[in-house]
């Protein structure tokens, strides 16, 4: 369990170094463990179950350090568009961040229930 | 297989290439080499967003902001290395070297700013403290009182220097004996070339530097010597090197007191540094330094960043000291350890160019890790 624990916390880390841009990554990836697709749709689909519009410049900020380092990669380009999919890394870094994330909502969905009686 | 949706909708074909030529435009924002790897999918990205949204402020801005973080990348200030061609691993490999190494350039670019502007600080507060030591001996009555700060700055400043000073010789040698091998190996007559510029460009701007520096360097007693915390020829040259760091500019009728070879050397000294300075960046990030000199040079450039920042606390010390000491703002100390705004200036620049060794610092330690 606690070599597990240990595992998490340093693949959810290697999302927590994008700083300012683990936010995109974050959805960048979530959008990419669907499926392969291009930065127009990863924008109209990250729009759609986020409700987040990520600007052109953040996406391939965001893109561009996620490819380098190898948690997405790119495909052949179709019609000048090119398709990003997600490698195994990048599943390992977002299953271990979307955990930690998981276990802060938890924690804050009980507490709220527990002091102030919603959730 | 992307869904339908997800594809964008094509506009009239006048519409689509004035969204295009829009793109285009925004898409110089950013460096060359980042516009060959991406610049193709981005602009037809841009052009769909520009077809659905014509006008965005938030979107210039946004792609503004991101260029300027492509440039800085690119410089080793910020970001990460470019990933290569898609499914070229070797590429990526070549570009983290790269990156790794324009971090280290840069580290040393702003440790070299920081050095010559700490020096003509420096080079102040000896002179100050050396006159002030020999009008206690010849006119104990007269001599200046001279604040803990004083004492502390001078000292303080005196080791940081003569320990940046032998960092940077120690993180020239790995460098300079990479370059001599690349030189000395077989190779093609451009990739020497690439190499053999800087490398006689920063050995001529150091000459210069040499002769220049000594020719007008005057060993008076105010830089050096006696009582001096460090040698006098040495405070003598590096006075000398960094006369142009001086508010005498600010007052033309003063500066035109001063020998012509003096003024010449104030206004051609900073040329000469900078051509330096820049030759010895081209010279790391062209030299392919093995990823545990590489390696190494991080490590210094971290000790180079504790010991500056050490030495910005002490100018800081120093000035807060001279403000709170005097009548009116840096004013009325002694004459000898007078704080005027030109220190306030130097110090600005300190803090800049520390806080641009830190990051390029931090680049390069965390694309080095990478491997």
Same mark, same amino acid.
């Given at each position: 369990?606690?070599?597990?624990?240990?595992?998490?916390?340093?693949?959810? +880390?290697?999302?927590?170094?994008?700083?300012?841009?683990?936010?995109?990554?974050?959805?960048?990836?979530?959008?990419? #463990?669907?499926?392969?697709?291009?930065?127009?749709?990863?924008?109209?689909?990250?729009?759609?179950?986020?409700?987040?519009? @990520?600007?052109?410049?953040?996406?391939?900020?965001?893109?561009?350090?996620?490819?380098?380092?190898?948690?997405?990669?790119?495909?052949?380009?179709?019609?000048?568009?090119?398709?990003?999919?997600?490698?195994?890394?990048?599943?390992?870094?977002?299953?271990?961040?979307?955990?930690?994330?998981?276990?802060?909502?938890?924690?804050?969905?009980?507490?709220?229930?527990?002091?102030?009686?919603?959730? | 297989?992307?869904?339908?949706?997800?594809?964008?909708?094509?506009? !009239?074909?006048?519409?689509?290439?004035?969204?295009?030529?829009?793109?285009?435009?925004?898409?110089? &924002?950013?460096?060359?080499?980042?516009?060959?790897?991406?610049?193709?999918?981005?602009?037809?990205?841009?052009?769909?967003?520009?077809?659905?949204?014509?006008?965005?402020?938030?979107? =210039?801005?946004?792609?503004?902001?991101?260029?300027?973080?492509?440039?800085?990348?690119?410089?080793?200030?910020?970001?990460?290395?470019? #990933?290569?061609?898609?499914?070229?691993?070797?590429?990526?490999?070549?570009?983290?070297?790269?990156?790794?190494?324009?971090?280290?350039?840069?580290?040393?670019?702003?440790?070299?700013?920081?050095?010559?502007?700490?020096?003509?600080?420096?080079?102040?507060?000896?002179?100050?403290?050396? &006159?002030?030591?020999?009008?206690?001996?010849?006119?104990?009555? !007269?001599?200046?009182?001279?604040?803990?700060?004083?004492?502390?700055?001078?000292?303080?400043?005196?080791?940081?220097?003569?320990?940046?000073?032998?960092?940077?010789?120690?993180?020239?040698?790995?460098?300079?004996?990479?370059?001599?091998?690349?030189?000395? +190996?077989?190779? !093609?007559?451009?990739?020497?070339?690439? @190499?053999?510029?800087?490398?006689? =460009?920063?050995? +001529?701007?150091? =000459?210069?530097?040499?002769?220049?520096?000594?020719?007008?360097?005057?060993?008076?007693?105010?830089?050096?010597?006696?009582?001096?915390?460090?040698?006098?020829?040495?405070?003598?040259?590096? &006075?000398?090197?960094?006369?142009?760091?001086?508010?005498? &500019?600010?007052?033309?009728?003063?500066? #035109?007191?001063?020998?012509?070879?003096?003024?010449?050397?104030?206004?051609?000294?900073?040329?000469?540094?900078?051509? +330096?300075?820049?030759?010895?960046?081209?010279?790391?990030?062209?030299?392919?330094?093995?990823?545990?000199?590489?390696?190494?040079?991080?490590?210094?450039?971290?000790?180079?960043?504790?010991?500056?920042?050490?030495?910005?606390?002490?100018?800081?010390?120093?000035?807060?000291?001279?403000?709170?000491? !005097?009548?009116?703002?840096?004013?009325?100390?002694? #004459?000898?350890?007078?704080?005027?705004?030109?220190?306030?200036?130097?110090?600005?620049?300190?803090?800049?160019?520390?806080?641009?060794?830190?990051?390029?610092?931090?680049?390069?330690?965390?694309?080095?890790?990478?491997?």
């Amino acid at each position: 369990m606690a070599h597990r624990d240990a595992g998490t916390s340093a693949g959810d +880390a290697v999302l927590a170094g994008f700083g300012r841009y683990a936010g995109p990554a974050t959805l960048i990836l979530s959008s990419l #463990a669907d499926g392969a697709k291009h930065g127009y749709a990863l924008t109209k689909d990250v729009e759609e179950f986020a409700g987040v519009r @990520l600007a052109p410049g953040t996406l391939y900020e965001a893109l561009s350090r996620l490819e380098s380092q190898g948690m997405i990669e790119a495909l052949e380009a179709e019609d000048r568009r090119r398709p990003y999919r997600l490698t195994a890394a990048g599943a390992a870094a977002l299953q271990a961040h979307l955990a930690a994330q998981r276990r802060a909502t938890e924690t804050g969905l009980r507490r709220l229930a527990a002091n102030w009686g919603s959730a | 297989m992307i869904p339908e949706r997800m594809i964008p909708e094509r506009e !009239s074909p006048a519409g689509d290439d004035a969204a295009r030529l829009r793109a285009a435009r925004l898409v110089r &924002w950013y460096p060359r080499r980042w516009r060959e790897r991406y610049g193709d999918e981005f602009t037809e990205l841009l052009a769909s967003d520009i077809a659905e949204q014509p006008d965005s402020l938030a979107r =210039t801005l946004d792609v503004a902001r991101g260029g300027l973080l492509a440039r800085l990348a690119g410089a080793g200030l910020a970001g990460c290395a470019l #990933a290569g061609r898609p499914g070229d691993a070797g590429e990526l490999v070549v570009a983290r070297a790269r990156h790794a190494a324009a971090g280290l350039g840069a580290l040393g670019a702003a440790s070299a700013v920081f050095l010559v502007v700490g020096a003509a600080q420096w080079s102040q507060l000896l002179i100050g403290w050396v &006159w002030a030591a020999r009008l206690r001996q010849q006119q104990p009555g !007269s001599a200046p009182q001279l604040l803990a700060a004083d004492r502390n700055a001078t000292f303080g400043a005196s080791a940081a220097i003569l320990a940046l000073l032998a960092l940077a010789v120690l993180a020239a040698l790995p460098v300079l004996a990479t370059v001599a091998a690349r030189l000395a +190996a077989p190779g !093609s007559p451009g990739q020497r070339g690439r @190499l053999a510029w800087p490398a006689v =460009t920063l050995a +001529a701007a150091l =000459t210069a530097l040499a002769i220049g520096a000594r020719s007008v360097e005057n060993n008076w007693i105010g830089t050096g010597g006696l009582h001096s915390p460090v040698p006098g020829g040495l405070a003598a040259f590096i &006075w000398a090197v960094t006369l142009f760091v001086s508010a005498y &500019w600010a007052h033309p009728g003063m500066l #035109a007191a001063f020998p012509d070879a003096e003024r010449a050397w104030m206004a051609l000294s900073p040329l000469v540094l900078a051509v +330096a300075v820049a030759s010895a960046v081209a010279l790391v990030r062209r030299a392919g330094l093995s990823p545990r000199i590489a390696r190494f040079e991080a490590r210094l450039g971290l000790a180079c960043c504790v010991i500056m920042t050490a030495f910005l606390a002490l100018c800081a010390a120093w000035l807060a000291s001279a403000w709170l000491a !005097s009548a009116g703002p840096l004013a009325g100390r002694p #004459a000898l350890f007078h704080a005027g705004w030109i220190n306030v200036a130097g110090a600005a620049v300190l803090a800049l160019t520390l806080a641009a060794a830190l990051q390029s610092s931090r680049t390069a330690a965390r694309t080095l890790s990478r491997g």
